[in-house]
T-cell receptor, first 116, second 115 residues
Framework: EAGVTQSPRYAVLQEGQAVSFWCDPI?????LYWYQQPRDQGPQLLVY????????NSQLPSDRFSAVRPKGTNSTLKIQSAKQGDTATYLC???FGTGGSQNTLYFGAGTRLSVL | AQKVTQTQTSISVVEKTTVTMDCVYE???????LFWYKQTASGEIVFLIR??????ENATVGHYSLNFQKPKSSIGLIITATQIEDSAVYFC????????????FGSGTRLLVSP
């Protein structure tokens, strides 16, 4: 079974540039999460989806960040105008919402973003 | 709002010994799920073990076990017979039983296992 796939693995930007992160969850997983992990900190939830619907995006800086999951499968997280404070690893995770293994998150390898 | 706190920043142990990592949580829900994840040096995050709040028995998987103390809102991770490859950062996480599928993480505890 293929795991969660993220791309790109690395991104280096100047402040003000835009960047998009792509995530392909495990097949059949209905819930998809985007986390931001600054260096030496725990993952911090940005947004999560159940199928194509946004369930909680309260921690997403809405003026510069956006996330979509149009068909309830792949997802894209976009930063419109990156700032140095956005430097972090961006993690995608997926899970089944129901069933015996519900709630267990499976993580992708992450995208390491550096904003200069 | 749900919250997870790990106060131990780092722990060093000698291999083959037992280590306990602490985690306390805050929630208003009577039903919730608690998890421990491991992040290796490569950055990979993997699920280790889980405790459902309604279960009285402490979960055990391989050489990982949990010390669930519900009245203290505490879920400690115990690793017995530690190995060098257990060196990693360990995160505690929680999902409340109602109101969606939000999973929040603690700040992590770095474990160094030396020969």
């Amino acid at each position: 079974e293929a795991g969660v796939t993220q791309s790109p693995r690395y991104a280096v930007l100047q402040e003000g540039q835009a960047v998009s992160f792509w995530c392909d969850p495990i097949s059949g997983h209905d819930t998809l999460y985007w986390y931001q992990q600054p260096r030496d900190q725990g993952p911090q939830l940005l947004v999560y989806f159940r199928d194509e619907a946004v369930i909680d995006n309260s921690q997403l800086p809405s003026d510069r960040f956006s996330a979509v999951r149009p068909k309830g499968t792949n997802s894209t997280l976009k930063i419109q105008s990156a700032k140095q404070g956005d430097t972090a690893t961006y993690l995608c995770a997926s899970s089944f919402g129901t069933g015996g293994s519900q709630n267990t998150l499976y993580f992708g390898a992450g995208t390491r973003l550096s904003v200069l | 709002a749900q919250k997870v706190t790990q106060t131990q920043t780092s722990i060093s142990v000698v291999e083959k010994t037992t280590v306990t990592m602490d985690c306390v949580y805050e929630t208003r829900d009577s039903s919730y799920f608690l998890f421990w994840y491991k992040q290796t040096a490569s950055g990979e995050i993997v699920f280790l073990i889980r405790q459902d709040s309604y279960k009285k028995e402490n979960a055990t998987v391989g050489h990982y076990s949990l010390n669930f103390q519900k009245p203290k809102s505490s879920i400690g991770l115990i690793i017995t017979a530690t190995q060098i490859e257990d060196s990693a950062v360990y995160f505690c996480a929680m999902r409340e039983g109602t109101g969606g599928y939000k999973v929040v993480f603690g700040s992590g505890t770095r474990l160094l296992v030396s020969p």
